[in-house]
């Protein structure tokens, strides 16, 4: 009993962080309507800020998790507004394959600041957190925790303020939005900037629980991918919910199959949902 | 044999191997509005069907870790790893072609994901990691200069592929291709079934591009996992809208460029380690850039 719980409160640690990662992703995809495999290099750009910040120039951690965060931002922004928004009307087929073309600009950069290897990120020792017979390091409760506020505070943006009402609306018909007087200009900045936001504490994240390399936030968008089509469109609790089931089952799949078989299984889903439930569990279409 | 004989050869037998991938892609793209952004598990498919089949027996001494290698004739393993290409087109096209556009797109680039993973963890096929090293070079005593051979097998492959994706192109099932992807409505209610005709299309390409894998790792003679990753399928995907997707030709030149360019950054004198990773990750950035103005400034007209 002991693995199992010890692997399904790890599984709980990597849901978190796909649920991080997934979030943005799934709002470009919403408001913008395509899929932005460039959203995992901003989760790269965010941890090599933090990694740079905090290793070399010695600043603390959480003002450099701010640099970083705000570095995804200005990069999610400004390739939205340069690279993205004059291709809009030609369709989200050439929009996703634009951003095969900003996956690359973005990986060139990344190499050409940090060369390539192993990099990892010095952080404090912290004590454990030992639960019963399940022992996590703090930094992964840190970004459980992070992950449950980030999420919530989303949801409260979304359902909640004016701007998030506005962005709702330009996600459903932009058309019909501007002619009732949403201002759906601004709305798709304000998502840009959302978005890119919670790439890049995704990215912090991705820098606490482990080494980074340079291909590291890229590899992570199959798994992210497989977390929103899973969950299928316009709803955070179901993408919630598919984050943990996909970050749960690839831990415990460890008790039975090796690693390397794990990504198997992402990538598995990614293809049997596509195929027998295009609408995720969400069941809505777009 | 001069250096810069020797760096054209070798950009002739890439373009050669390239071009084949970039005109069944095209037949795909330009013709079907097919978005295949897995086209290198076909390469692969092709390369390991042919490096398994002409494998000798495993060595205990040198590690091997597969267990099975057929000896089999050269070229007997080349037409077979056409027909295993075809045989995993099936297996994938089958669910993945019910998607169109990005679906599409998505389905196919986890399929080759799927597939590399498969090379690195089931060594008792693969090999693992470490793959296939010392690959038949058939002929190889018989004929004068190997790459020169091998430049003809690969320029005389892309000629046959071009000759017969032109002639489809201009063909009725070209055209009705076409009618496919610009009013698949219109097209089912004459009583056509477009399905099928993408899987036909997705069958025949196969094909191909797991020759074109073929000579690409008789010219490597070496077959890893890692010669197989998305860069591949996205170099290809590049070198097409580079020149032009639609016309083969036009196609072909982006290859050529591309191909050209990879060379001539690879001939730069470079003085460390740190200057190479620069100047590799330059290129990446490059590459990158010039395919999103690429797509900014032409603006195809597909999947509009």
């Known amino acids: ?286 | 044999m001069s250096p810069i004989l020797a760096a054209l050869i070798t950009v002739g037998i890439l373009v050669g191997i390239y071009g084949v991938v970039a005109i069944a892609l095209n037949f795909q793209y330009g013709q079907a509005g097919m978005i295949n952004f897995g086209v290198v598990a076909y390469f692969a498919i092709g390369a390991y069907t042919f490096a398994i089949l002409t494998a000798g027996p495993p060595s205990e001494t040198a590690l091997d870790a597969y267990r099975w290698g057929f000896d089999v004739n050269p070229l007997l393993a080349a037409l077979i790893a056409g027909g295993v290409g075809v045989l995993f087109a099936a297996l994938s096209g089958w669910p993945a072609l019910r998607l169109r556009g990005e679906y599409l797109a998505l389905t196919t680039f986890a399929f080759a994901e799927v597939l590399q993973s498969l090379l690195i963890n089931v060594p008792a096929v693969t090999n693992g990691t470490s793959g296939f090293s010392n690959i038949v070079q058939p002929l190889r005593g018989s004929v004068g200069n190997y790459n020169v051979f091998l430049l003809l097998v690969s320029l005389g492959l892309l000629a046959v592929t071009l000759i017969i994706f032109e002639r489809l192109k201009r063909s009725p099932y070209g055209r009705l291709l076409q009618a496919i992807k610009n009013d698949e409505l219109g097209v089912t209610a004459t009583g056509q079934v477009p399905e099928r005709y993408r899987r036909q299309v997705f069958f025949l390409t196969a094909f191909f591009v797991a020759l074109a894998g073929v000579i690409y790792v008789v010219w490597l003679t070496i077959a890893r996992p890692t010669s197989f990753g998305a860069e591949i399928t996205f170099f290809v995907w590049i070198a097409m809208i580079l020149g032009g997707e639609g016309n083969n030709w036009r196609v072909l030149a982006g290859v050529l460029g591309l191909t050209v360019l990879d060379e001539l950054i690879g001939q730069l004198p470079v003085r460390s380690v740190r200057g190479a990773q620069m100047l590799q990750a330059g290129q990446v950035f490059l590459t990158g850039l010039l395919f999103v103005l690429v797509l900014r400034w032409r603006q195809p007209k597909a999947g509009s």
């Open chain 1, 1 to 286: 009993m002991s693995p199992f719980l010890q692997l399904a409160a790890l599984g709980v640690a990597q849901g978190s962080f796909l649920l991080l990662a997934s979030l943005g992703f799934a709002l470009t995809r919403r408001v913008e309507g395509f899929l932005n495999i460039a959203h995992a290099q901003y989760l790269s750009v965010s941890a090599f800020v933090t990694f740079f910040l905090n290793n070399t120039l010695g600043l603390h951690f959480a003002g450099a998790a701010l640099a970083g965060v705000l570095a995804a931002i200005g990069v999610g922004f400004l390739v939205g507004k340069v690279v993205f928004e004059p291709i809009r009307r030609l369709g989200p087929a050439v929009a996703l394959i634009t951003s095969v073309g900003v996956v690359y600009m973005l990986e060139g950069i990344i190499e050409i600041a940090v060369g390539t290897g192993s990099f990892l990120v010095t952080l404090p020792r912290l004590a454990p957190v030992r639960v019963g017979p399940v022992t996590i390091t703090f930094y992964q409760v840190m970004v459980v925790i992070a992950a449950l506020v980030v999420t919530l505070l989303t949801a409260w943006y979304l359902e909640r303020t004016r701007m998030g009402t506005a962005i709702r609306i330009t996600s459903l018909d932009r058309n019909l939005g501007a002619s009732r007087g949403v201002d759906v200009r601004r709305a798709s900045n304000a998502a840009w900037i959302v978005s890119s936001a919670l790439a890049g504490i995704a990215g912090v994240a991705l820098a606490v629980l482990g080494a980074l390399t340079t291909t590291k936030g890229f590899e992570q968008i199959l798994i992210i991918l497989a977390v929103s089509l899973l969950a299928g469109v316009g709803s955070i609790s179901a993408l919630a919910i598919s984050a943990f089931a996909i970050g749960i089952a690839r831990e415990i799949s460890l008790l039975w199959i090796s690693a390397g078989f794990r990504d198997i299984i992402a990538f598995g889903i990614v293809i049997l949902v596509l195929i027998f439930m295009p609408n995720g569990i969400a069941g809505r279409t777009e």
